[in-house]
């Protein structure tokens, strides 16, 4: 048996899914500088990516919030790989305060864009649509408008230009052999892929056949029209989880959070989760 | 304090400011609201939870927007939000204060103006968190109610101004001590009802269940579940 070649991101022919061979080769298809969509630690986060981005010192990323961001999020702050980020909020939930953003922030060494969900949700919506913004009410009495200078107030309503990110990058639980991804209810994934200019994603299992033929499976697809790779990335969103496969491993978020307090525990963890490959792919 | 915990109070006191509430959602890491909106939903059935970040059965099927545009149509009429501070006018903001950065104003901005009955909860009831005027407004609106854990305000619309309504386990000069901003106080202010025998039993019985499905921590430490 021969070993199959995989191409990587840059190689790809346009309009068709490709099927990459590992999280590596997603990460070494985000380029530095680039703006990449994330979803919040509950929905399906490309944990195994968001490590390798860090093993190959990915630089100068920024990093859009959809809407929210956590883990994923602080451990590439922490390992210095970003730039800006455009958020409504970073947490890591329970488990409190996302440290490394904090106190990047605290010392004045991130940019941050504060929005609010329904902004962000908006604006990639705009880009769904191909139209310039899109109106939300409401918001027009909090200091957000106020800082943000591309957010136009018109009567009670503020328009939210579009919003195109690079790549959108996560997680799905099933990818087909027709590049079909299956995410679920996590709709927000799909809002983040019909508006980005590429849509990297890693899979927990494989799915023979096409799951577009199958009536229950397609209502949680998002099609390969959208999805410009995969990879096999088995519990690639752990320490996260992947509902109906495995839960969040919540000792190990406070875990975490504990040791990123530190500049030096931050290190010690990408020392022994991150930098080790083996060991960060087959956890306790 | 009787032989009850803080957080059963608490989330009493959240169930009766929901009289003829029909859909309340309940954002992230909000166990106590979770608590009092599942203890009212036991004595009104119609009434509709909503936990957004639910691991399991999670109710929003087309992603977060869902929640937003819920609220956009007004068909969410209860929502629960804190704050880093909160002030006079009923201000909340989440994003910075005396040098420190919070997690970030969440959908905050959105859904407090949108929401008819929003009920801001912060447990801390101090000078920190209760300020005259906040760093930065992440959100403005018309509340239902301030709850801390230490006591319950009203919020006069007309005047934009809070009235202390009863204190759950303190002094009138404790609250005035604890409070940043100025408010008034109800010519009925007295101590917060404790929870009945009955609410009691509901709490811990079906709504520990509900609650622990979302929030284990929080049930272990409060029910020992």
Known sequence: MTARVFPTVAELPSNRTAFLQ???????????????????????VAMEVVRALIRRKAKNLRLLGVPILGMSADLLIGASCVAEVETSAVSLGEAGLAPRFTEAVERGLLKVKDATCPAILNGLQATEKGVPYMPLAGIAASDLVKERGDWKVQDD???????????????????????????????????????????????????????????????????????????????????????GVYGVDDTHLSQYAKAARTREGFQRYLEEWVLTPRKSTSPA | MGP?????????????????????????SSPIPATGAFL??????????????????????EGSRELFDLAGQGRIDT????????????????????????????????????????????????????VP?????????????????????????????FRLESIHDASLEEIAENTGFAYDVSSRVGKTKPPSEEELALLRGPVAKLVAADYPDFAKRVWGM
């Open chain 2, 133 to 161: 005027k906040v760093e930065f407004v992440s959100a403005r609106g018309d509340p239902r109610a301030l709850l801390t854990g230490k006591a319950l305000f009203s919020w006069q619309k007309d005047k934009r101004r």
């Open chain 2, 4 to 28: 009850y915990a803080k957080e059963e109070h608490l989330a009493c006191v959240i169930a009766r400011l929901l009289g003829g509430a029909r859909h309340a959602a309940i954002g992230a």
């Open chain 1, 157 to 243: 309503l503020v328009l939210v230009p579009a919003i195109k990110p690079d790549v959108a990058l996560f997680h799905a639980r099933w990818a087909d052999e027709a590049g079909n991804v299956w995410v679920g209810r996590r709709r927000e994934l799909a809002t983040a892929a019909h508006a980005s200019r590429m849509c990297l994603v890693s899979f927990e299992e494989n799915k023979p056949g096409d799951m577009l033929e199958d009536e229950l499976l397609a209502p949680g697809v998002i099609s390969s029209i959208y999805v410009t790779a995969t990879a096999h990335a088995p519990r690639g969103a752990w320490p996260l989880g992947v509902p």
């Open chain 1, 22 to 44: 590992d999280a590596e080769a997603i990460a070494a298809g985000i380029p530095d500088g680039a703006l990449l969509a994330l979803p919040p630690d509950y929905s399906l």
């Open chain 2, 79 to 130: 929502f629960f939000l804190g704050g880093a501070q909160i002030d006079g006018a009923a201000a909340i903001n989440l994003v910075r204060a005396d040098g420190k950065r919070f997690p970030g104003s969440f959908g905050s901005a959105f859904m407090y103006p949108m929401v008819p009955g929003t009920i801001l909860f912060r447990e801390e009831h101090s000078r920190r968190t209760l």
């Open chain 2, 40 to 61: 009212h939903q036991q004595k009104d059935r119609t009434f509709r939870v909503s936990l957004q970040q639910r691991r399991a059965a999670n109710p929003f099927t």
